[in-house]
């Protein structure tokens, strides 16, 4: 009897902490529970101090706060047969702990699940060119997608967001040439254009210069002059400049022939005529010559 007695005492000295550690539960401010008794679901309960009866209530509990989780690289193929390999981050919130806990088996596996499906479909409706440059768009056409399928779980998408994108080494070097000839099309635009600029400026030019025959005789002087200064050996000078100062072309090839020959006869290697002897050159072409 005395043994039976200390063996009821043992049992329940081992039980009653047991109950009392099963039955007092702490829920922080960012959990949610659902209290159920010999399995049914009874209600939602929230953060504070929640006593339950073992082995007869339990209670299960999930995190609201936000909670952010990758998508693994996966191989998908765009509207246009681009093979391509996309990674994303997804974050999400439970907003109906009951329908989280009770509508899936796990929704913490569940949901990358289902971000791949909605990210391989969404990827393939859009060419290689949205997934590279209007990534925004795509990421909120997939939120609304995954957020429709969740919703029914009690989960809110927060944000989806597309991180990696990733091409075969033959995709790289055909989108390098194709980006290096769309540069090379703009810059002869460029190019042509400024020629077009160029031509009409030189077209405007040439109109004034031709309603002033001197204008240009100067300008043509002066661009021999410059040439002279460059340390050339022969100047040739267009027969037709002459006639637009209305003189004949004879009438100064005597003086620049004569000027020629002093100055092949004193030796020189450069053959260049100053304003006043030009000046003089042309007196002499006009006056008329003693008999």
Do not use: C
């Not at 299960?60 to 681009?82: E, F, G, H």
């Not at 040439?227 to 002459?242: A, C, F, K, L, Y």
């Amino acid at each position: 009897m005395i043994l039976l007695t200390a063996a009821l005492y043992l049992l329940a000295a081992a039980i009653v902490p047991w109950v009392l550690w099963s039955s007092v539960n702490v829920l922080f401010e960012y959990e949610r529970a659902t209290l159920h008794t010999f399995g049914k679901y009874r209600k939602t309960v929230g953060p504070g101090l929640r006593i339950i009866v073992p082995l007869v209530q339990t209670l299960r509990r999930a995190d609201t706060r936000i909670t952010v989780m990758k998508i693994p690289p996966q191989d998908l193929i765009s509207m246009d047969n681009v093979s391509v390999k996309v990674a994303a981050i997804v974050s999400y919130r439970i907003k109906d702990v009951k329908d989280a806990l009770l509508g899936v088996s796990d929704y913490s596996r569940a949901i990358p699940q289902e971000a791949q499906a909605v990210l391989r479909a969404t990827v393939g409706e859009h060419p290689i060119d949205d997934l590279l440059s209007n990534q925004d768009k795509i990421n909120e056409e997939i939120q609304i997608k995954l957020d429709t399928h969740t919703s029914e779980w009690g989960i809110q998408i927060d944000r989806i967001e597309i991180t990696r994108v990733d091409f075969s080494e033959g995709m790289i070097r055909a989108m390098a040439q194709e980006a290096e000839a769309a540069r090379s099309a703009r810059a002869r635009k460029i190019i042509a254009s400024g020629e077009r600029e160029a031509a009409k400026e030189l077209a405007q030019a040439a109109e004034l210069l031709g309603q002033n025959p001197a204008a240009l005789t100067l300008r043509t002087l002066s661009t021999m002059a410059e040439i002279g200064r460059e340390h050339n050996t022969m100047i040739i000078v267009p027969v037709d400049q002459s006639h637009m100062m209305g003189r004949p072309a004879s009438s100064l090839i005597e003086p620049v022939a004569s000027a020629v020959s002093t100055a092949v006869a004193k030796g020189a290697t450069r053959l260049s005529m100053t304003d006043a002897e030009m000046e003089k050159a042309e007196k002499a072409s006009i006056s008329p010559k003693k008999s």
